[in-house]
């Protein structure tokens, strides 16, 4: 069973930044897409940024690339989400998730992922 745990959100000022991290913990597989989803109560969770393993290779919404970067760590137990510039609009609950065996044509679908981690709360507020 994955286990995956959030850090990193609170309160900032629009334009400041903010890293949030999520550590995973169990599962065998060397094949996965680790993402970023953001949740706004009364609207669907949308898909924000992901990284795929084994080659890294990283996606990316429309609307948020250039402002924030998804990374991780070399032994894939912690991938982080660099958000630079913020907006109030990004005020969000921000969750991890992890696909297994991911196809590119599904890293954006969140109903395709396995594993979802507790989220945590970022807002963006003067």
């Known amino acids: 069973q994955v286990q995956l745990v959030e850090s990193g959100g609170g309160l900032v000022q629009p334009g400041a930044s903010l890293r949030l991290s999520c550590v995973a913990s169990?599962?065998?597989?060397?094949?996965?897409?680790m993402a970023w989803f953001r949740q706004v109560p009364g609207k669907e969770r949308e898909f924000v940024a992901a990284i795929r393993r084994p080659n890294g290779a990283t996606f990316y919404a429309d609307s948020l690339k250039g402002r924030f970067t998804m990374s991780r760590d070399n032994a894939w137990n912690t991938v982080y989400l660099q958000m630079n510039n913020l907006k109030p609009e990004d005020t969000a609950v921000y969750y991890c998730?992890?696909?297994?065996?991911?196809?590119?044509?599904?890293?954006?679908?969140?109903?395709?992922?396995?594993?979802w981690g507790q989220g945590t709360q970022v807002t963006v507020s003067s």
């Open positions: 169990g599962g065998t597989s060397s094949s996965y897409a």
């Open positions: 998730a992890r696909l297994l065996n991911p196809i590119v044509s599904t890293i954006r679908d969140r109903d395709r992922y396995h594993y």
